[in-house]
């Protein structure tokens, strides 16, 4: 799997009939088709009923479940689903956002601008901390997909009278290409959340500061480590816990 083979997926889902039908009138939102196609470019291993659910992919690597977002909803399927075989959880993520605005009364689509915004791989911290039971399962695997991405979003805000966009509705993502792909297949693999440059005693704060990010996603991160056993709660300095990582 690649870039060529992601950009082959978007050629295939959008550069057919999809695009024609209108913008936000699809049943199935564009993000998740693509990835659909780049994890298994047939169609007859997609949509699978498994037990009383149904799978987006079931092939050669077992179950391939797309999680855009609220891996709450991953809990159930997750019990039955690696009853049966190896589950892979794949997980989009904007590391390159462009925003585009939909008025719904004129049809008119804005020119794109680029977001401030670019997530990592910490940004996961709160879906993952969800199903963190389930990380150590030797048939459980992730992939993190780090995506240079549009979004397209409805000019239906009602928070301010003035700008629509505030409290808008996401109407749909497009893919545009694939930036990087974080693959985790064993409990050493969760090694890669430890920040280059973290010492060997360590804070929330100072996890929080290498990792560039905040510190309620880094102390979801350090708990999850501790879990896997690949950190461990050593004391406490004032009023902050120390923490330590396991060699």
């Known amino acids: 799997m690649g870039k060529e083979e992601f950009a082959k997926a978007c050629e295939k889902v959008m550069g057919g009939e999809r695009v024609t039908g209108g913008i936000g009138t699809l049943g199935e939102k564009t993000l998740h088709a693509v990835l659909k196609n780049y994890y298994e470019p047939y169609g007859g291993n997609q949509e699978i009923k498994v037990g009383s659910f149904v799978a987006d992919i079931?092939?050669?690597r077992?179950?391939?479940?797309?999680q855009t977002a609220n891996f709450g909803k991953l809990i159930k399927k997750l019990d039955v689903f690696l009853e049966?075989?190896?589950?892979?959880?794949?997980?989009?993520?904007?590391?390159?956002?462009?925003?585009?605005?939909?008025?719904?009364?004129?049809?008119?689509?804005?020119?794109?601008?680029?977001s401030p915004?670019?997530?990592?791989?910490?940004?996961?911290?709160r879906e993952l901390y969800?199903?963190?039971?389930?990380?150590?399962?030797?048939?459980?695997?992730?992939?993190?997909?780090l995506l240079e991405l549009e979004e397209i979003r409805f000019?239906?805000?009602?928070?301010?009278?003035?700008?629509?966009?505030k409290g808008s509705t996401r109407c749909d993502r497009i893919p545009i290409s694939l930036v990087d792909e974080i693959e985790f297949d064993s409990i050493d693999d969760y090694r890669q959340f430890i920040p280059k440059g973290l010492q060997d005693e360590f804070t929330n704060k100072d996890f929080a500061k290498l990792a560039h990010t905040d510190t309620g996603a880094s102390r979801r991160i350090i708990n999850m480590l501790i879990y896997l056993g690949i950190a461990e709660n050593i004391g406490k300095k004032g009023n902050a816990f120390v923490y330590r990582i396991n060699k």
């Open 58 to 60: 079931v092939g050669e």
């Open 62 to 66: 077992g179950i391939i479940e797309i």
């Open 84 to 114: 049966y075989c190896d589950v892979t959880v794949v997980y989009p993520m904007a590391a390159v956002k462009y925003l585009r605005w939909l008025d719904l009364e004129t049809g008119e689509l804005s020119e794109r601008r680029k």
């Open 117 to 125: 915004q670019k997530l990592t791989m910490y940004d996961c911290a």
């Open 130 to 145: 969800v199903i963190r039971y389930a990380l150590d399962n030797p048939r459980f695997h992730l992939r993190l997909c």
């Open 155 to 165: 000019l239906n805000g009602r928070r301010s009278r003035k700008n629509k966009k």
